[in-house]
């Protein structure tokens, strides 16, 4: 079998999964939204024309999750949300700050 990682995006502005995370009443629907948030603000860039794009740091991320999930012999699908807890693990805080510019 082979190994599949989902790799996640959000179309949804960083603010909007900031009050999803607030209003959360259930604690699996504000960790999925807590997850987005992190790949909006941490992984991805809101151009001002509206396009979103991942920061270059994303693609590296998932390079190191991939080839440390090949050396580790594991197979199979690797759904998004621990494709992004694993990528938060590997960052830490965080990583870089957004260029307010380029923000929603």
């Known amino acids: 079998m082979a190994l599949v990682l989902e790799v996640p995006y959000t ?3 960083p603010k909007v999964w900031k009050e999803k995370v ?3 009443r259930k604690d ?4 999925q939204a807590e997850l987005f948030l ?3 603000e941490k992984l991805q860039r809101w151009l001002n024309n509206g396009f979103v794009v991942f920061k270059p740091e994303y693609p590296r991320l998932v390079e190191c999750l991939i080839r440390e999930s090949i050396e580790q012999g594991q197979q199979g699908i690797v759904d998004w949300q621990k494709v ?3 990528l ?3 960052l830490g805080d965080g990583g870089e700050e957004d260029d307010p510019k380029e923000a929603r």
Not at 28 to 31: E, L, P
Request: hydrophobic share 40%; glycine share 0%; no cysteine.
């Open 84 to 86: 992004l807890v694993q």
């Open 88 to 90: 938060k693990a590997q």
């Open 11 to 13: 179309v949804t502005p």
């Open 28 to 31: 699996s629907t504000k960790h």
């Open 22 to 24: 607030n209003k959360a």
């Open 38 to 40: 992190f790949a909006a």
